[in-house]
């Protein structure tokens, strides 16, 4: 049974661009979370998919958009890319409510 | 101030050692999650715990959860190499599935 996976693995990107992170959940996972984390950090929620709809959302600018695919499969955009931008993504997928299962990470850096 | 507090933030021990890691809420604990990371990689669940007084182990590690004080432990006995890397405790402090999480502790140990 595959884990949490992600794609791509790295990915550099100049400031001002735009970026489109991937995620497949567990099997039998329904929900999808994203976070951010920053070196020496520990991650920070941007926002929660759940029947294709954002369920909640945290403290990240409209510049962070997602979407959940009937699959439950997610996308993360960010859009003109700031060098604070620069940190690990970090994909969870969970049911409902339950324990979030988190995938290996995509490294965004942005020169 | 972080709603989640960890100390201490590292820590180096002697392989074969004991060692506890602590974290605090400012707010009421509904559950806590710890994870272990390597460094630059995902997340890795250990276990949940939702009940006050509740301790749980996994192999050589134990937590336990005091809803009293709004504090967590996680004990490491007998440690080894293997148990070297980034320890995270995070919660649900509003119940609605967006992760809190402290700032983690990284912990070495020395052979």
């Known amino acids: 049974d595959a884990g949490v996976t992600q794609s791509p693995t790295h990915l550099i990107k100049t400031r001002g661009q735009q970026v489109t992170l991937r995620c497949s959940p567990k099997?039998?996972?329904?929900?999808v979370s994203w976070y951010q984390q920053a070196l020496g950090q520990g991650p920070q929620f941007i926002f929660q998919?759940?029947?294709?709809?954002?369920?909640q959302r945290g403290n990240f600018p409209d510049r962070f958009s997602g979407h959940q695919f009937p699959n439950y499969s997610s996308e993360l955009n960010v859009n003109a890319l700031l060098l604070g931008d620069s940190a690990l993504y970090l994909c969870?997928?969970?049911?409902?409510?339950?324990?979030?299962?988190f995938g290996p990470g995509t490294r965004l850096t942005v020169l | 101030s972080q709603e989640l507090e960890q100390s201490p933030q590292s820590l180096i021990v002697q392989e074969g050692k004991n060692l506890t890691i602590n974290c605090t809420s400012s707010?009421?604990?509904?559950?806590l999650y710890w994870y272990k990371q390597k460094y630059g990689e995902g997340l890795i669940f250990l276990m949940m715990?939702?009940?006050?007084?509740e301790e749980k182990s996994h192999e050589k590690i134990t937590a336990k959860l005091d809803e009293k004080k709004q504090q967590s432990s996680l004990h490491i006995t007998a440690s080894q190499p293997s148990h070297a890397g980034i320890y995270l405790c995070?919660?649900?402090?509003?119940?609605?599935?967006?992760?809190?999480f402290g700032q983690g502790t990284e912990l070495s140990v020395k052979p």
């Open positions: 969870a997928s969970s049911r409902l409510g339950d324990t979030q299962y």
């Open positions: 099997s039998g996972h329904d929900t």
């Open positions: 998919y759940y029947e294709e709809e954002e369920r």
């Open positions: 707010k009421t604990l509904y559950g």
């Open positions: 715990l939702q009940k006050g007084g």
């Open positions: 995070g919660a649900d402090l509003n119940q609605g599935g967006k992760l809190i």
